[in-house]
């Protein structure tokens, strides 16, 4: 059900068909996710940060659904750390956060990425309209991570995210410029979702579930707290392209709506 519910399509981006036709062969996918992430609390590292062209100003999703996972880190007696770019360092500054500045992959036990581009085919970075993005390069760091053997979660919405090579081939198949802006960044669990933040708070409300400890409880309220902090700092609506507190072009009480039906689904699933 709430593989489901991550993937609705509310702006129809052809996400909906990507997504059926990535759960007939990975059926089980969020479990999955859901069980690497709980077998490796010990360090995580937490990435995210999506440049918007042509302005290259950071979009609100990824950074609230990066915050949600590390917060969840934190209350399951784990440590984490937050990978980014300035900008969001910079509005997210009272949250009470631990950015990571020149991190070391061997120090982690889990990598994790929301909405973090990840390179294409030809190397370079591209957003869903196909333009180039200037972004430093965290997929660096899922390389690395892979060839340590050290776990890796990928959560993107569009094809052009860090662990979206996974399926690059359903990509090209069926969301526009999908060759080109396919990446080829591949993890080892990939949580697919309409939104990203969606995906990440997917993510945690599994986790509540297998543990029976509500952990997506009252984010609704916290959802508004940093899409405005991170709004007044300049950061943008990447489909919009304005600093609005919305997410992907849609508004933020439908944002808070999904997180409420998502809290429900948790506390009856563990009531």
């Given at each position: 059900?709430?593989?489901?519910?991550?993937?609705?399509?509310?702006?129809?981006?052809?996400?909906?068909?990507?997504?059926?036709?990535?759960?007939?062969?990975?059926?089980?996918?969020?479990?999955?996710?859901?069980?690497?992430?709980?077998?490796?609390?010990?360090?995580?590292?937490?990435?995210?940060?999506?440049?918007?062209?042509?302005?290259?100003?950071?979009?609100?999703?990824?950074?609230?659904?990066?915050?949600?996972?590390y917060r969840t880190v934190e209350k399951l007696g784990g440590k984490a750390e937050i990978l980014t770019c300035k900008k969001i360092q910079e509005a997210l500054r009272d949250f009470k956060v631990n950015f990571a500045k020149n991190p070391t992959i061997e120090d982690y036990s889990l990598l994790i990425s929301v909405e973090t581009p990840g390179r294409a085919k030809d190397g370079k970075y591209y957003s869903m309209s196909a333009l180039e993005i200037d972004v430093p390069p965290f997929d660096e760091l899922f390389l690395k991570a892979k060839e340590l053997g050290i776990p890796t979660i990928g959560i993107g919405d569009g094809g052009n995210e860090i662990g979206m090579g996974n399926i690059r081939d359903l990509v090209c198949k069926h969301i526009k410029f999908g060759e080109k802006i396919g990446s080829v960044i591949e993890v080892d669990s990939l949580v697919l979702?309409?939104?990203?933040?969606?995906?990440?708070?997917?993510?945690?409300?599994?986790?509540?579930?297998?543990?029976?400890?509500?952990?997506?409880?009252?984010?609704?309220n916290e959802e508004e707290k940093i899409l405005k902090a991170l709004v007044s700092s300049g950061i943008i609506?990447?489909?919009?392209?304005?600093?609005e507190l919305s997410v992907d072009g849609i508004p933020l009480e439908v944002h808070k709506?999904?997180?409420?039906?998502?809290?429900?689904?948790?506390?009856?699933?563990?009531?």
């Open positions: 059900m709430i593989g489901h519910l991550i993937n609705t399509d509310i702006y129809g981006r052809n996400v909906l068909k990507l997504y059926l036709e990535y759960r007939r062969d990975n059926f089980d996918f969020l479990r999955k996710a859901t069980s690497l992430f709980l077998e490796n609390l010990d360090r995580v590292l937490v990435v995210s940060c999506f440049p918007i062209p042509p302005m290259q100003i950071a979009e609100t999703d990824g950074p609230p659904g990066a915050l949600a996972i979702s309409a939104v990203s933040n969606w995906g990440a708070y997917g993510l945690i409300a599994q986790a509540s579930i297998e543990l029976g400890k509500n952990m997506i409880a009252g984010w609704d609506d990447g489909v919009t392209k304005k600093p709506s999904f997180l409420i039906l998502l809290n429900s689904i948790v506390e009856n699933k563990i009531g």
